[in-house]
T-cell receptor
Framework: ETGVTQTPRHLVMGMTNKKSLKCEQH?????MYWYKQSAKKPLELMFV???????ENNSVPSRFSPECPNSSHLFLHLHTLQPEDSALYLC????????????FGPGTRLTVT | AQTVTQSQPEMSVQEAETVTLSCTYD???????LFWYKQPPSRQMILVIR????KQQNATENRFSVNFQKAAKSFSLKISDSQLGDAAMYFC????????????WGAGTKLIIKP
C-alpha cells in the first residue's frame, strides 16, 4: 500500500453503536489529521497529531475520540453519534515543515441512522 | 481569524477551453501559504498548486497557474486546455507561516467539463 489509506470506506451505524475509523500513512510523515467534510461546507479540522502528540482539538464533541499509537497510524473512535455527524471523514498526513502539503486518504463515508 | 471564500459554488467549461476559479482570503499576516486542492468524484484530495506569499512570481504547474494578488488578497486558479479529467471539486486553502498546522479551507467550487 502506498500513500494514505483509510478503512472502512463506508460505515453505517446506529446512534448507540461504537465503531472506529482507521488511517495509516506509508509516507514517513510525522503529522496526521482528521477532517470532517460535509456537503457545501469547508473542511473542518478535528484533530492534529504531531509526533504522536495531539496538538489541535478544534472543540470536537467528546463522542469523537482520537488515538495515535505511532506516527503511522491514527484512529477515530466513535460512540453515541448523532445523525448530524453523518459526513465524509478524511485523514491526512504531512511532513511537518512550514508550507508542506497534506496528503489525503480516500475518506470514510459515515452514515448515522 | 483568517477566512477563505470561494464565491463560485459551480463552474462549467467546454473541453479544451480555459477557466478561472476565484478565491479570496482575509488575513492580517504578511507571511503565509496558499494552496489549491482538487477532489475528483470518489477519489482522493490531491494538491494542485502552492503559492508562498513572499514570492511575487505566480506559481505554475503545467496547465494550472495562479493569479496571486497579495494586496487584494486574491488567489485565483486558471486551468488552460481543460480536460475531462479536470472535473472535480476544487478547494482553496490558507496556511499561516507560523507554527499552527491548521489549513483554513474554502467551501469549494465544483468544476464541470463539457465534452
Amino acid at each position: 500500500e502506498t500513500g494514505v489509506t483509510q478503512t472502512p470506506r463506508h460505515l453505517v451505524m446506529g446512534m448507540t453503536n461504537k465503531k472506529s475509523l482507521k488511517c495509516e500513512q506509508h509516507l514517513g510523515h510525522n503529522a496526521m489529521y482528521w477532517y470532517k467534510q460535509s456537503a457545501k461546507k469547508p473542511l473542518e479540522l478535528m484533530f492534529v497529531y504531531n509526533f504522536k502528540e495531539q496538538t489541535e482539538n478544534n472543540s470536537v464533541p467528546s463522542r469523537f475520540s482520537p488515538e495515535c499509537p505511532n506516527s503511522s497510524h491514527l484512529f477515530l473512535h466513535l460512540h453515541t453519534l448523532q445523525p448530524e455527524d453523518s459526513a465524509l471523514y478524511l485523514c491526512a498526513s504531512s511532513q511537518e515543515r512550514i508550507g508542506d502539503e497534506q496528503y489525503f486518504g480516500p475518506g470514510t463515508r459515515l452514515t448515522v441512522t | 481569524a483568517q477566512t477563505v471564500t470561494q464565491s463560485q459554488p459551480e463552474m462549467s467549461v467546454q473541453e479544451a477551453e480555459t477557466v478561472t476559479l476565484s478565491c479570496t482570503y482575509d488575513t492580517s499576516e504578511s507571511d503565509y501559504y496558499l494552496f489549491w486542492y482538487k477532489q475528483p468524484p470518489s477519489r482522493q484530495m490531491i494538491l494542485v498548486i502552492r503559492q508562498e506569499a513572499y514570492k511575487q512570481q505566480n506559481a505554475t504547474e503545467n496547465r494550472f497557474s495562479v493569479n496571486f494578488q497579495k494586496a487584494a488578497k486574491s488567489f485565483s486558479l486558471k486551468i488552460s486546455d481543460s480536460q475531462l479529467g479536470d472535473a472535480a471539486m476544487y478547494f482553496c486553502a490558507y496556511r499561516s507561516a507560523g507554527s499552527n498546522y491548521q489549513l483554513i479551507w474554502g467551501a469549494g467550487t465544483k468544476l464541470i467539463i463539457k465534452p
